[in-house]
Protein backbone atom coordinates (compact mmCIF):
# COMPACT_ATOMS: atom_id res chain seq x y z
CA UNK A 1 0.00 0.00 0.00
CA UNK A 2 0.77 3.59 -1.12
CA UNK A 3 0.79 6.77 0.88
CA UNK A 4 -0.32 10.15 -0.74
CA UNK A 5 2.73 10.84 -2.08
CA UNK A 6 3.24 7.65 -3.58
CA UNK A 7 5.29 6.02 -0.95
CA UNK A 8 5.43 2.61 0.57
CA UNK A 9 3.65 3.28 4.07
CA UNK A 10 5.61 4.79 6.76
CA UNK A 11 7.06 2.47 8.64
CA UNK A 12 7.81 3.02 12.65
CA UNK A 13 11.44 4.38 13.57
CA UNK A 14 12.45 0.80 15.40
CA UNK A 15 11.72 -0.88 12.09
CA UNK A 16 13.82 1.43 10.09
CA UNK A 17 16.51 0.80 12.87
CA UNK A 18 16.39 -2.91 12.37
CA UNK A 19 16.81 -2.34 8.93
CA UNK A 20 19.94 -0.17 8.88
CA UNK A 21 21.62 -2.18 11.55
CA UNK A 22 20.66 -5.25 9.80
CA UNK A 23 24.16 -4.20 7.58
CA UNK A 24 26.44 -3.09 10.18
CA UNK A 25 29.48 -3.08 10.70
CA UNK A 26 29.28 -0.93 7.45
CA UNK A 27 32.75 0.48 6.16
CA UNK A 28 34.93 1.33 9.40
CA UNK A 29 37.90 3.64 9.43
CA UNK A 30 41.21 2.20 9.71
CA UNK A 31 43.33 1.93 12.94
CA UNK A 32 46.55 4.22 13.61
CA UNK A 33 48.83 4.65 16.79
CA UNK A 34 48.66 8.29 18.09
CA UNK A 35 50.11 10.22 20.85
CA UNK A 36 47.50 10.08 23.74
CA UNK A 37 47.05 14.01 23.83
CA UNK A 38 45.36 13.71 19.90
CA UNK A 39 43.02 10.84 20.60
CA UNK A 40 40.53 12.84 23.30
CA UNK A 41 37.09 11.32 22.16
CA UNK A 42 38.44 8.62 19.97
CA UNK A 43 37.60 4.77 19.72
CA UNK A 44 40.80 2.22 21.04
CA UNK A 45 41.42 -0.44 18.47
CA UNK A 46 43.33 -2.73 20.26
CA UNK A 47 43.03 -3.46 24.49
CA UNK A 48 45.62 -1.39 26.51
CA UNK A 49 47.43 -3.46 29.00
CA UNK A 50 49.09 -1.92 32.06
CA UNK A 51 53.41 -2.85 31.67
CA UNK A 52 53.52 -1.88 35.24
CA UNK A 53 52.58 -1.80 39.20
CA UNK A 54 50.70 1.39 39.56
CA UNK A 55 51.48 2.90 41.57
CA UNK A 56 54.69 1.26 41.66
CA UNK A 57 55.06 1.70 45.88
CA UNK A 58 52.54 1.91 49.28
CA UNK A 59 51.46 5.64 49.40
CA UNK A 60 49.97 7.68 51.84
CA UNK A 61 46.25 9.49 51.00
CA UNK A 62 46.57 11.60 53.57
CA UNK A 63 48.73 13.99 55.44
CA UNK A 64 49.87 12.59 58.50
CA UNK A 65 52.53 9.79 60.28
CA UNK A 66 53.48 6.72 58.92
CA UNK A 67 53.11 3.98 61.30
CA UNK A 68 53.06 0.23 62.19
CA UNK A 69 49.06 0.23 63.09
CA UNK A 70 49.93 -2.51 65.71
CA UNK A 71 51.64 0.47 67.67
CA UNK A 72 47.72 2.43 67.77
CA UNK A 73 45.46 -0.21 68.86
CA UNK A 74 43.53 0.36 71.66
CA UNK A 75 44.56 4.21 71.42
CA UNK A 76 42.23 6.78 72.76
CA UNK A 77 42.49 10.44 73.84
CA UNK A 78 42.20 9.52 77.08
CA UNK A 79 44.66 6.58 76.63
CA UNK A 80 46.79 7.89 73.71
CA UNK A 81 50.11 5.81 71.96
CA UNK A 82 52.83 7.98 72.26
CA UNK A 83 55.48 7.03 69.01
CA UNK A 84 58.86 8.15 68.48
CA UNK A 85 59.19 10.51 65.38
CA UNK A 86 62.24 9.50 63.67
CA UNK A 87 62.14 11.77 60.60
CA UNK A 88 60.26 13.33 57.58
CA UNK A 89 59.44 11.25 54.45
CA UNK A 90 59.47 14.35 51.30
CA UNK A 91 58.06 13.92 48.43
CA UNK A 92 59.61 11.94 45.22
CA UNK A 93 61.94 10.46 48.14
CA UNK A 94 62.57 6.92 48.27
CA UNK A 95 63.15 6.58 52.65
CA UNK A 96 66.18 4.91 53.45
CA UNK A 97 64.99 3.26 56.61
CA UNK A 98 62.64 0.99 58.13
CA UNK A 99 60.86 2.12 61.33
CA UNK A 100 61.04 0.08 64.45
CA UNK A 101 58.65 -0.99 67.13
CA UNK A 102 57.12 2.62 68.18
CA UNK A 103 58.52 4.50 65.74
CA UNK A 104 56.70 7.06 63.14
CA UNK A 105 57.63 8.84 60.17
CA UNK A 106 56.44 11.85 59.03
CA UNK A 107 54.57 11.71 55.80
CA UNK A 108 52.28 13.86 52.97
CA UNK A 109 49.50 12.99 50.85
CA UNK A 110 51.08 10.65 48.29
CA UNK A 111 54.63 10.23 50.19
CA UNK A 112 55.92 6.47 50.32
CA UNK A 113 55.73 4.45 53.41
CA UNK A 114 59.31 3.13 54.26
CA UNK A 115 59.30 -0.27 55.20
CA UNK A 116 57.86 -1.42 58.76
CA UNK A 117 55.33 0.12 58.02
CA UNK A 118 51.93 -0.27 57.34
CA UNK A 119 48.73 2.43 57.87
CA UNK A 120 48.64 6.17 58.33
CA UNK A 121 47.71 8.30 61.47
CA UNK A 122 45.86 11.30 59.82
CA UNK A 123 47.74 14.44 61.25
CA UNK A 124 44.52 15.50 62.79
CA UNK A 125 44.52 12.23 65.37
CA UNK A 126 47.39 13.34 66.92
CA UNK A 127 49.04 15.72 69.02
CA UNK A 128 52.63 16.71 69.02
CA UNK A 129 54.63 16.10 72.35
CA UNK A 130 57.86 17.35 71.96
CA UNK A 131 60.28 17.11 69.18
CA UNK A 132 60.06 14.15 69.05
CA UNK A 133 57.45 12.23 70.68
CA UNK A 134 53.83 12.12 69.55
CA UNK A 135 50.96 10.84 70.98
CA UNK A 136 47.85 9.35 68.69
CA UNK A 137 44.42 9.24 69.77
CA UNK A 138 42.51 7.29 67.59
CA UNK A 139 43.88 3.59 66.12
CA UNK A 140 44.14 2.77 62.51
CA UNK A 141 43.85 -0.44 61.04
CA UNK A 142 46.12 -2.56 58.55
CA UNK A 143 46.55 -0.70 55.25
CA UNK A 144 44.34 2.49 56.63
CA UNK A 145 44.54 5.51 54.80
CA UNK A 146 47.10 4.09 52.20
CA UNK A 147 46.94 2.81 48.12
CA UNK A 148 49.45 -0.27 48.15
CA UNK A 149 51.42 -1.09 45.29
CA UNK A 150 49.67 -2.29 42.00
CA UNK A 151 46.08 -1.17 44.28
CA UNK A 152 45.30 0.61 41.22
CA UNK A 153 46.48 -1.37 38.11
CA UNK A 154 48.84 -4.53 37.89
CA UNK A 155 51.22 -5.15 35.38
CA UNK A 156 49.54 -7.60 32.81
CA UNK A 157 45.66 -6.13 33.55
CA UNK A 158 43.72 -5.02 31.07
CA UNK A 159 43.21 -1.05 31.40
CA UNK A 160 40.89 -0.15 28.59
CA UNK A 161 39.19 -2.82 26.09
CA UNK A 162 39.05 -2.11 22.81
CA UNK A 163 35.69 0.07 21.49
CA UNK A 164 36.14 2.19 24.73
CA UNK A 165 36.17 5.82 23.94
CA UNK A 166 38.79 7.88 25.35
CA UNK A 167 37.54 9.92 28.00
CA UNK A 168 39.81 12.69 29.68
CA UNK A 169 40.08 10.57 32.93
CA UNK A 170 41.34 7.88 30.67
CA UNK A 171 43.87 9.54 29.23
CA UNK A 172 45.45 10.78 32.04
CA UNK A 173 45.31 7.02 33.42
CA UNK A 174 47.41 6.12 30.21
CA UNK A 175 49.70 9.05 31.24
CA UNK A 176 50.15 7.84 34.60
CA UNK A 177 51.37 4.36 33.52
CA UNK A 178 53.67 5.92 31.24
CA UNK A 179 51.30 4.84 27.79
CA UNK A 180 51.86 7.76 25.40
CA UNK A 181 51.05 6.60 22.12
CA UNK A 182 47.47 4.22 21.90
CA UNK A 183 46.04 2.54 18.66
CA UNK A 184 42.91 4.34 18.16
CA UNK A 185 40.63 3.94 14.65
CA UNK A 186 40.68 7.00 12.87
CA UNK A 187 37.52 9.40 13.36
CA UNK A 188 35.05 8.44 9.73
CA UNK A 189 34.95 11.20 7.51
CA UNK A 190 31.50 11.93 6.88
CA UNK A 191 30.43 13.97 3.21
CA UNK A 192 27.75 16.46 3.29
CA UNK A 193 26.03 16.90 -0.10
CA UNK A 194 23.54 19.57 -0.13
CA UNK A 195 20.98 19.56 -2.91
CA UNK A 196 17.86 22.01 -4.17
CA UNK A 197 17.84 24.46 -7.23
CA UNK A 198 16.68 27.02 -4.12
CA UNK A 199 19.74 26.89 -1.75
CA UNK A 200 22.34 29.48 -1.78
CA UNK A 201 25.92 29.43 -0.04
CA UNK A 202 25.52 31.43 3.59
CA UNK A 203 27.99 34.07 2.61
CA UNK A 204 25.63 35.04 -0.44
CA UNK A 205 22.37 37.21 -0.79
CA UNK A 206 19.02 35.33 -1.39
CA UNK A 207 16.48 35.98 -4.08
CA UNK A 208 13.13 35.82 -4.14
CA UNK A 209 12.37 32.44 -3.86
CA UNK A 210 15.71 31.18 -2.89
CA UNK A 211 16.84 30.08 1.39
CA UNK A 212 20.67 29.96 2.58
CA UNK A 213 22.30 26.93 3.12
CA UNK A 214 21.64 26.06 6.83
CA UNK A 215 21.87 21.95 7.29
CA UNK A 216 25.49 21.47 6.07
CA UNK A 217 26.56 23.79 9.23
CA UNK A 218 24.46 22.29 11.24
CA UNK A 219 25.55 18.79 10.00
CA UNK A 220 29.14 19.48 10.23
CA UNK A 221 29.13 20.44 13.93
CA UNK A 222 26.48 17.55 15.06
CA UNK A 223 29.35 15.27 13.28
CA UNK A 224 32.42 16.78 15.12
CA UNK A 225 30.43 16.29 18.15
CA UNK A 226 29.94 12.66 17.40
CA UNK A 227 33.54 11.77 16.73
CA UNK A 228 33.10 12.22 12.91
CA UNK A 229 35.20 14.34 10.61
CA UNK A 230 32.88 16.34 7.91
CA UNK A 231 33.71 17.53 4.57
CA UNK A 232 31.13 19.90 2.91
CA UNK A 233 31.39 18.78 -0.72
CA UNK A 234 29.36 21.84 -1.69
CA UNK A 235 25.53 22.54 -2.94
CA UNK A 236 24.17 21.15 -5.79
CA UNK A 237 21.30 20.96 -8.00
CA UNK A 238 18.43 18.65 -8.26
CA UNK A 239 19.67 16.90 -11.20
CA UNK A 240 20.35 12.88 -11.45
CA UNK A 241 23.32 13.51 -13.02
CA UNK A 242 25.19 15.80 -10.81
CA UNK A 243 23.66 14.14 -7.60
CA UNK A 244 24.78 10.87 -8.92
CA UNK A 245 28.50 12.20 -9.78
CA UNK A 246 29.36 13.57 -6.61
CA UNK A 247 27.93 10.87 -4.62
CA UNK A 248 30.13 8.22 -6.42
CA UNK A 249 33.06 10.42 -6.08
CA UNK A 250 32.64 10.60 -2.20
CA UNK A 251 31.62 6.53 -2.16
CA UNK A 252 36.41 6.70 -2.76
CA UNK A 253 37.11 8.91 0.22
CA UNK A 254 34.12 8.65 2.90
CA UNK A 255 32.87 6.16 5.21
CA UNK A 256 29.03 7.87 5.62
CA UNK A 257 27.67 10.01 3.18
CA UNK A 258 24.85 12.53 4.20
CA UNK A 259 22.95 14.46 1.13
CA UNK A 260 20.32 17.04 2.54
CA UNK A 261 17.47 17.76 1.08
CA UNK A 262 15.82 16.02 -2.13
CA UNK A 263 14.40 13.17 0.43
CA UNK A 264 10.84 14.22 -0.43
CA UNK A 265 8.79 12.44 -3.37
CA UNK A 266 9.04 15.16 -6.51
CA UNK A 267 9.91 15.37 -9.87
CA UNK A 268 13.32 16.73 -8.93
CA UNK A 269 13.83 14.55 -6.01
CA UNK A 270 16.40 12.00 -7.14
CA UNK A 271 18.00 11.04 -3.79
CA UNK A 272 16.69 7.58 -3.67
CA UNK A 273 16.89 6.67 -7.56
CA UNK A 274 20.90 7.64 -7.25
CA UNK A 275 21.63 5.75 -3.90
CA UNK A 276 19.51 2.59 -5.87
CA UNK A 277 21.26 2.87 -8.97
CA UNK A 278 25.30 3.16 -7.20
CA UNK A 279 25.39 -0.58 -5.63
CA UNK A 280 23.20 -3.11 -3.36
CA UNK A 281 21.15 -2.84 -0.83
CA UNK A 282 20.73 0.34 -1.68
CA UNK A 283 17.84 1.86 -0.33
CA UNK A 284 16.65 0.13 2.83
CA UNK A 285 13.90 2.96 4.16
CA UNK A 286 12.16 5.66 2.89
CA UNK A 287 9.64 7.84 4.98
CA UNK A 288 9.33 7.39 8.34
CA UNK A 289 6.52 7.48 11.03
CA UNK A 290 8.13 10.60 12.48
CA UNK A 291 7.75 14.18 13.08
CA UNK A 292 9.49 16.26 11.80
CA UNK A 293 11.84 13.93 9.76
CA UNK A 294 9.20 11.67 8.15
CA UNK A 295 10.66 11.79 4.23
CA UNK A 296 13.77 10.45 5.66
CA UNK A 297 15.88 7.60 3.69
CA UNK A 298 18.10 5.33 4.68
CA UNK A 299 20.27 3.12 2.56
CA UNK A 300 23.71 1.56 2.04
CA UNK A 301 25.99 0.96 -0.74
CA UNK A 302 28.23 -1.71 -1.01
CA UNK A 303 29.25 -0.90 2.69
CA UNK A 304 28.98 2.30 2.92
CA UNK A 305 25.31 4.35 4.75
CA UNK A 306 23.96 6.47 2.60
CA UNK A 307 21.25 9.24 4.35
CA UNK A 308 18.92 11.08 2.53
CA UNK A 309 17.76 13.83 4.89
CA UNK A 310 14.82 16.08 4.76
CA UNK A 311 15.51 19.72 3.95
CA UNK A 312 13.90 21.39 6.85
CA UNK A 313 16.48 22.30 10.05
CA UNK A 314 14.78 20.96 12.85
CA UNK A 315 13.77 17.65 11.09
CA UNK A 316 17.49 17.49 10.40
CA UNK A 317 18.44 17.37 13.60
CA UNK A 318 16.31 15.14 14.74
CA UNK A 319 17.05 12.63 12.20
CA UNK A 320 20.83 12.79 13.02
CA UNK A 321 20.73 11.59 16.67
CA UNK A 322 17.60 8.72 15.93
CA UNK A 323 19.71 7.46 13.25
CA UNK A 324 22.91 8.99 12.51
CA UNK A 325 24.95 9.58 15.91
CA UNK A 326 24.26 5.09 16.56
CA UNK A 327 25.81 4.18 12.72
CA UNK A 328 28.23 6.78 13.88
CA UNK A 329 29.52 5.26 16.96
CA UNK A 330 29.53 1.88 14.94
CA UNK A 331 31.82 3.50 12.34
CA UNK A 332 34.09 4.52 14.81
CA UNK A 333 34.56 1.25 16.50
CA UNK A 334 32.85 2.11 19.94
CA UNK A 335 31.20 -0.80 21.97
CA UNK A 336 27.47 1.24 22.99
CA UNK A 337 24.43 -0.62 22.48
CA UNK A 338 22.98 0.96 19.28
CA UNK A 339 19.66 0.73 20.42
CA UNK A 340 20.28 2.60 23.19
CA UNK A 341 23.15 5.29 23.13
CA UNK A 342 24.42 6.61 25.97
CA UNK A 343 22.02 10.20 26.02
CA UNK A 344 21.72 12.49 29.34
CA UNK A 345 17.52 12.41 30.49
CA UNK A 346 15.65 14.30 33.18
CA UNK A 347 12.66 14.16 34.31
CA UNK A 348 10.11 17.29 33.99
CA UNK A 349 6.67 18.59 33.98
CA UNK A 350 5.02 19.61 30.83
CA UNK A 351 4.09 23.20 31.00
CA UNK A 352 0.80 23.02 28.70
CA UNK A 353 -1.00 20.75 26.86
CA UNK A 354 0.30 19.19 23.26
CA UNK A 355 -1.65 17.14 20.42
CA UNK A 356 -0.16 14.85 18.35
CA UNK A 357 -0.65 13.40 14.99
CA UNK A 358 -1.98 9.98 15.18
CA UNK A 359 0.61 7.36 13.31
CA UNK A 360 3.61 9.14 14.07
CA UNK A 361 6.05 9.29 16.68
CA UNK A 362 6.53 13.00 17.44
CA UNK A 363 9.59 14.39 18.86
CA UNK A 364 9.19 18.24 20.28
CA UNK A 365 11.71 20.95 21.26
CA UNK A 366 11.28 21.73 24.97
CA UNK A 367 13.02 24.93 27.00
CA UNK A 368 13.63 23.96 30.67
CA UNK A 369 12.81 26.05 33.02
CA UNK A 370 12.13 26.10 37.27
CA UNK A 371 9.30 26.75 39.41
CA UNK A 372 9.16 26.31 43.29
CA UNK A 373 11.86 24.01 42.93
CA UNK A 374 10.46 21.67 40.02
CA UNK A 375 11.42 21.61 36.30
CA UNK A 376 8.85 22.23 33.53
CA UNK A 377 9.00 21.99 29.85
CA UNK A 378 7.94 24.57 27.69
CA UNK A 379 7.41 23.15 24.59
CA UNK A 380 8.92 25.36 21.61
CA UNK A 381 5.85 24.76 18.81
CA UNK A 382 6.74 25.22 15.25
CA UNK A 383 6.90 24.50 11.59
CA UNK A 384 10.10 21.84 10.94
CA UNK A 385 11.21 24.63 8.11
CA UNK A 386 11.67 27.09 10.89
CA UNK A 387 15.50 28.13 11.56
CA UNK A 388 14.71 28.59 15.26
CA UNK A 389 12.66 26.36 16.10
CA UNK A 390 15.56 24.36 18.20
CA UNK A 391 17.51 27.27 19.05
CA UNK A 392 16.35 28.08 22.31
CA UNK A 393 15.62 24.25 22.80
CA UNK A 394 17.41 22.66 25.68
CA UNK A 395 16.44 19.34 24.26
CA UNK A 396 13.60 17.06 23.56
CA UNK A 397 10.84 14.76 24.30
CA UNK A 398 8.92 12.41 22.45
CA UNK A 399 5.21 11.62 22.07
CA UNK A 400 5.12 8.08 20.84
CA UNK A 401 3.49 6.64 17.74
CA UNK A 402 0.34 5.71 19.23
CA UNK A 403 -0.25 8.59 21.76
CA UNK A 404 -2.38 11.38 20.76
CA UNK A 405 -1.13 13.86 22.88
CA UNK A 406 -0.08 15.03 26.64
CA UNK A 407 -1.85 17.06 29.41
CA UNK A 408 -0.29 19.82 31.54
CA UNK A 409 1.47 18.62 34.39
CA UNK A 410 2.39 15.26 33.19
CA UNK A 411 5.55 14.12 33.66
CA UNK A 412 8.14 13.67 30.24
CA UNK A 413 11.23 12.50 30.19
CA UNK A 414 13.91 14.96 28.40
CA UNK A 415 16.76 14.19 26.31
CA UNK A 416 19.52 17.25 26.64
CA UNK A 417 21.12 17.97 23.43
CA UNK A 418 24.64 17.01 23.58
CA UNK A 419 26.71 20.79 24.01
Not at 255 to 267: C, F, K, P, Q
Request: proline share 6%; glycine share 12%.
Amino acid sequence: MKDMLGREELIPVEKALELLFAYAPFKRPAEISLPIDKTYGMIISRDVISPEDLPSFHRSTVDGFAVNSADTFGATEGMPSYLNMKTEIFMGETPRFSLGKGEAAKIATGGMLPDGSDSVVMLEHTQQVDEIIIEVVKPVSPGENVIHAGEDAKKGKCILKSGHRLRPQDIGALAGLGITDVWVYRRPQVSIVSTGDEIVPADKPVKPGQVRDINSYTLAGLISGAGGIPVKKGIFSDKYDLIKDVIENSLRDSDMILISGGSSVGTKDVTAKVINDLGRPGVLFHGVSLKPGKPMIGGVIENTPVFGLPGHPAAVNICFEIFIRPVLGIQSGARENRFNSRKRTIQAKIARNISSSPGREEHIGVALEERDGEIWAAPLLGKSGLITTLTGADGTIVIPLRKLGIYEGDTVEVTIFNE
